[in-house]
């Protein structure tokens, strides 16, 4: 069964880094492609951007400047760091795998984590 | 980018009933619109992608329509599990948006 994990800090200071782990079991992250979410309070939901079985990424242009989302594929797993936070990015952040279906990749997302909340305050 | 709204915010409705929630693109999406329920303590679950096609494991009281800018998630004779919040989401271009979410509540 494919199973999605975040992790890190739960709370982050403004004008620094949020760095969040996905741990994935189950699945090689070596297929498919592999996207993060976030849900701020109010419950508006917003794309962060994907990293792909190759490794190539692709951004949310509203944050593009300020994200990077990498991997570690010996560990099977991915990350988001998010720089210059402020107390905007407050959220719960998740991260899912994209759905395949007649071997072709759709982004729209079948397996989720259960999501990390993060504040940023001082 | 394309905006999605999704109606109503809130709905009341009793176990049994069915309902309807709507979600309305900014510009057309074809069909490339999924549907996802969301529990507390519990992963996002995908229901419906392609506008109307189950997900593996979505019960057939739920069902999915439209293309170009409007779509509905409707679900018959609600089960007292299906009161929760459900989330469309386009993914037609980049960047993916997601609507603003509907709460099903008991009446």
């Known amino acids: 069964e494919v199973q999605l994990q975040e992790s890190g800090p739960g709370l982050v200071k403004p004008s620094q880094s949020l760095s969040l782990t996905c741990s994935v079991t189950?699945?090689?992250?070596?297929?498919?492609?592999w996207g993060w979410i976030r849900k701020f309070p109010g419950n508006k939901m917003e794309w962060i951007g994907h990293i792909s079985y190759s490794g190539s990424t692709s951004y949310n242009p509203s944050l593009k400047s300020r994200i990077s989302i990498t991997r570690d594929t010996s560990k099977n797993q991915f990350f988001l760091q998010l720089n210059s936070v402020t107390t905007e990015d407050t959220a719960t952040y998740y991260c899912?795998?994209?759905?395949?279906?007649?071997?072709?990749?759709?982004?729209?997302?079948?397996?989720w984590g259960q999501g990390v909340m993060v504040t940023v305050s001082s | 980018d394309v905006q999605m709204t999704q109606s109503p915010s809130y709905l009341a409705a009793s176990p049994g009933e069915s309902v309807s929630i709507s979600c309305k693109a900014s510009k057309s999406i074809s069909t490339y619109l999924a549907w996802y329920q969301e529990k507390p303590g519990k992963a996002n679950k995908l229901l419906i992608y392609s506008g109307s096609t189950l997900q593996s494991g979505t019960p057939s009281r739920f069902s999915g329509s439209g293309s170009g800018t409007d779509f509905t998630l409707t679900i018959r004779s609600l089960e007292p599990e299906d009161f929760t919040v459900y989330y469309c989401q386009h993914y037609n271009e980049y960047p993916l948006t997601f609507g603003s979410g509907t709460k099903l509540e008991i009446k």
């Open positions: 899912a795998r994209y759905h395949l279906d007649s071997s072709y990749i759709y982004p729209l997302f079948d397996y």
């Open positions: 189950g699945y090689s992250i070596t297929s498919n492609y």
